[in-house]
């Protein structure tokens, strides 16, 4: 079902701290063509927030940028189960910040993340969650959406994950919705910031990986 | 590091696609839609009446996007169409579909089977052994390779349909459409 026209206005504006204008697309890569929109559509963004990809646009996002070194960090998936982003040296890791559980753009988020777990290890990428909620929130969420990937709580303190890959929403409490993916060697490669209202989809993600996988041998971490 | 354009659609609308409508109709109106998605099943009698409005200028097609983790009986749905569709049904299975989303576990979509008149134990035989679970993936994967996040996603001869899919406003992106190629 389709998140976006599904999110009660009020969930929207509490997860919103401004009211620029409805927006559905995907910021960085939109172009010129922003004004089209309507209806049930109803997403709002907070203006122009390049992540950190070449696509051009105004980068006022904090994110990290591809080229860094992924900050480390250890958190509660369980309440006595623990995961770090070192657990994944030697793989892919796909870091998926979202304001919340439970709200219906994130469901659609990770539930398309789920369906493509499969291409995504093909890639030698796993995906790891990331919000602010509490580790049993998790776990009724994880269960009733059938989630196949680790959650983890950015809980304590709040959002000091979030924090230091800079997408965290202080006036909101929770990040942003950000993507990082993080490569064998621990450095982010690529990551986006979309509007928070809007499910930015995994096409974006694919065309990084294959990105990487074609430039696999040469520079490992050179830009940073 | 990526120079395509985030929600284009990596896969034109050929001959691998069920379509209905002139394959030289100026717009070619490509639906991602999952048989147990609410929105989808609303969605289902604008596209018709688009059809009926724009006659031979509207050309649809559609493809399976089921998010079979949270709508339990989307992909058996979708195979079942295809099943149909191996049988020269597919757009009568699609409609039964749309029209009874309430009841698409394997004994109703069986049933409708049986009332679309299709050789029934061939459709449980090939819905049992999955049959066309490749072809509904392949469908699905190049949804997500074009950006689809949610259904019904539709792209307009390839371009993503950003607004409401209100009957007005999708007539409206449509003839806006017709009338980029006729200048």
Known sequence: MRSDDATPQTSSSKEQGTNAPPERTKTATQGGSSTQLTGNQRMERRGPQGGANTEGETQESTALPAGTKAPDFTLHTTPDQEVSLSDFRGKRVVLVFYPADWSPVCGDELAVYNEVLPELRKHNAEVVGISVDGVWCHIAYAKYNKLHMPLLSDFEPKGEVARSYGVYRKKDGVSERALFLIDEQGTIRWSYVSPIGVNPGADGVFDALEELDSQKAPQKGAAA | ?183
């Not at chain 2, 120079?3 to 609308?13: E, I, N």
């Open chain 2, 1 to 183: 590091m990526r120079v395509r354009r985030q929600g284009t659609l990596v896969k034109d609308v050929g001959p691998g696609d069920h379509v209905q409508g002139r394959a030289d109709a100026p717009v070619t109106l490509l639906e991602y839609g999952d048989y147990q998605c609410p929105y989808c099943g609303a969605a289902h009698p604008i596209v018709k009446a688009l059809q009926r409005y724009l006659g031979d200028n509207l050309r649809f097609a559609f493809r399976h996007f089921p998010l079979a983790t949270i709508h339990e009986y989307a992909e058996g749905a979708a195979e079942a169409a295809e099943a149909a569709g191996a049988q020269g049904k597919f757009w009568q299975m699609h409609d039964t579909l749309f029209e009874n989303q309430p009841a698409l576990d394997f004994e109703s979509l069986v049933g409708y089977a049986e009332e679309l008149g299709l050789d029934v134990e061939r459709f449980a035989t090939e819905l049992e052994n999955q049959v066309y679970a490749p072809r509904v993936r392949e469908d699905f994967i190049s949804g997500i390779r074009s950006g689809v996040n949610g259904t019904p996603t539709f792209f307009i001869n390839g371009v993503r349909h950003e607004g409401s899919f209100d009957f007005e406003t999708m007539l409206e992106a449509i003839q806006a459409r017709m009338q980029g190629i006729a200048a």
